[in-house]
């Protein structure tokens, strides 16, 4: 192959309609610079938080990305070609690369890492052992500071974080309870990965609902926002911890919407903290030995939603957004 297929941004989406926004461009595979590593892509990433570089956003902790830009997000794949010390031909590795057949990458800004290929799935350097994992152990370990015992809530539970934080709540001697968007979500997270109880929050009253949560809510992980958020409010126990390192239900809206029960947070004296994923990079190999030994020991899993195609990635990408897809959206190329 002497070209390269990639998607290219040409405008800010209007909610999910990312079609009209990209397009499947073909270039000359690039020719790295001295500091820089081609990678030829096996895997491709997606993830919702790489929406809100699509829009024009700058208060985020990303720029947005320029239009006319190359798509950006992670990848795996093999080194074809080093012009950098610490990386060579044949290296299977990680990091922030292009939705491409290649990514021509600098080391130090993308976070290139090589990574280990004695595991049974090499995918799990995105699930497991990659972002997801490391996001959710953070979050609850790290910011909510969980503790056995804790009533622990999670929203997009079923997702590719949300998944994986339902296992680590509940290796670590937590109540978990999660929040999905059908029945059927419901019932795999119930009777596949073990937790208490799901919340179905297309057909419920979750306000009501989450009554059931016995001494109120200890913990809630929220991957969301919006307007589950008001119902979790009144919900929380007092001096209940809130660790927010997602707003599914932001990214496409028209502008950030504030929560109404706002308040909750003096009346329980709430704590409420943001986490990003440039927060616990340089963690990320103690993150790893952590989760790889609840991998290894049968501990933690996490399900693969795999496309495959390049030409693909935009249909595949819309699962995020619209509940099509239980765990970790990834495309082979």
């Known amino acids: 192959m002497?070209?390269?297929r990639f998607w290219q941004l040409n405008s800010?989406?209007?909610?999910?309609?990312?079609?009209s926004a990209l397009s499947l461009e073909t270039s000359e595979i690039p020719k790295p610079k001295d500091g820089e590593v081609l990678i030829k892509n096996d895997y491709l990433s997606l993830d919702a938080g790489t929406r809100m570089w699509m829009t024009p956003r700058t208060d985020g902790y990303q720029p947005p990305l320029p239009l006319g830009s190359m798509m950006v997000g992670l990848c795996i794949g093999k080194v074809v070609e080093s012009r950098h010390p610490d990386f060579k031909t044949g290296d299977m590795v990680r990091a922030f690369g292009q939705w491409?057949?290649?990514?021509c990458v600098e080391p130090e800004i993308t976070g290139l890492v090589q990574i280990d290929t004695n595991v049974d799935d090499i995918r799990q350097h995105f699930g497991v052992l990659g972002m997801n994992g490391w996001t959710a152990y953070w979050g609850l370990h790290e910011t909510a500071k969980v503790k056995a015992g804790d009533a622990v809530l999670i929203s997009a539970a079923a997702g590719s974080t949300g998944i994986l934080a339902c296992q680590i709540a509940r290796n670590a001697g937590c109540r978990v309870y999660g929040l999905a968007?059908?029945?059927e979500k419901c019932r795999f997270l119930e009777t596949e990965i073990g937790i208490e109880k799901a919340f179905n929050y297309k057909t419920e009253n979750l306000e009501e609902a989450f009554k059931e949560i016995e001494g109120g809510i200890n913990v809630y992980f929220d991957n969301v926002g919006g307007p589950i958020l008001d119902s979790v409010f009144p919900n929380m126990a007092l001096y209940g911890r809130i660790a927010l390192c997602g707003l599914i239900a932001e990214y496409t809206a028209d502008g950030p919407k504030g929560p109404q029960q706002?308040?909750?947070?003096?009346?329980k004296r709430l704590t409420v903290t943001g986490f990003f994923s440039p927060d616990f990079m340089d963690q990320g190999p103690r993150l790893s030995r952590e989760l790889r030994s609840s991998l290894d020991a049968?501990?933690?899993f996490i399900p693969f939603d795999e496309t495959q195609g390049l030409e693909n990635m935009l249909s595949a990408y819309k699962k995020l957004f619209t509940g099509g897809n239980i765990g970790k959206v990834v495309l082979k190329l």
């Open 12 to 19: 800010h989406p209007n909610g999910n309609d990312f079609e």
């Open 298 to 300: 049968g501990d933690i």
């Open 262 to 267: 706002f308040d909750q947070i003096l009346m």
């Open 2 to 4: 002497t070209e390269n």
């Open 181 to 183: 968007g059908s029945d």
């Open 100 to 103: 491409a057949d290649y990514s």
